[in-house]
Structures are given as structure tokens and as C-alpha cells.
């Protein structure tokens, strides 16, 4: 199982869901699903050793994680079909960390 970077706390608090646990597997599944997309989008396995993430880039992770997870929460249901770009606030956020191939 790969190692979140951020808590299910964490998105509680900037979901502003309070202490319930009502909602805390679809959380995690939210957790998980926005690790996998922003590891898609920069072609890098932050749950492997190497490379690994130093302080600056794991918040930048997490701000980008928290940002997907808040528009996926408020947004249960895909919103226009064949949508398949990332917010670009995760893009900007996350261009940096992109592994690029020649």
C-alpha cells in the first residue's frame, strides 16, 4: 500500500467535514485517486524510494492532492464528458515535478 501525502485529518479539515467518520472511505479512495492522477501526470511513483519527494515538493503534492479532492468532493458526478485535463491550478502546481522524456 503506498504512503499517502497527505492524512484523511488533513482532507477533513480542508473539507471542513468536522470529526464524523461517516464519509472516510470514499476519502480515502479520494486519497488515493489523487496521488495516482498527479503520479500520471508527472510520470513519477511517489510511493517509490527513488526519486524521492524532498519537504518542497511533497506540499506542493499535498496542495495539489487537497485541491482535487475538494473539487471531486464538491463534484460527485463527472461534469461534461470526455473531460480528462487536470485543473490547472494542480497543473501549475505540479508542472515542476514533471519527469520529462526526450
Do not use: C
Not at 477533513?12 to 461517516?22: A, N, Q, V
Not at 499535498?62 to 485535463?85: H, K
Amino acid at each position: 500500500m503506498a504512503v499517502e501525502p497527505i492524512t484523511l485529518e488533513h482532507v477533513k479539515t480542508h473539507l471542513r467535514l468536522g470529526t464524523s467518520d461517516r464519509e472516510d472511505n470514499y476519502l480515502n479512495i479520494l486519497i488515493s485517486a489523487a496521488r495516482r492522477a498527479i503520479e500520471n501526470a508527472t510520470d513519477r511513483d511517489f510511493a517509490a524510494d527513488v526519486p524521492a519527494l524532498d519537504d518542497r515538493d511533497t506540499e506542493i503534492v499535498s496542495q495539489a492532492s487537497l485541491l482535487l479532492i475538494g473539487q471531486w468532493y464538491a463534484n460527485r458526478e463527472a461534469g461534461a464528458v470526455n473531460v480528462t485535463e487536470l485543473p490547472f491550478a494542480v497543473q501549475w502546481l505540479i508542472n515542476p515535478l514533471r519527469i520529462m522524456s526526450v
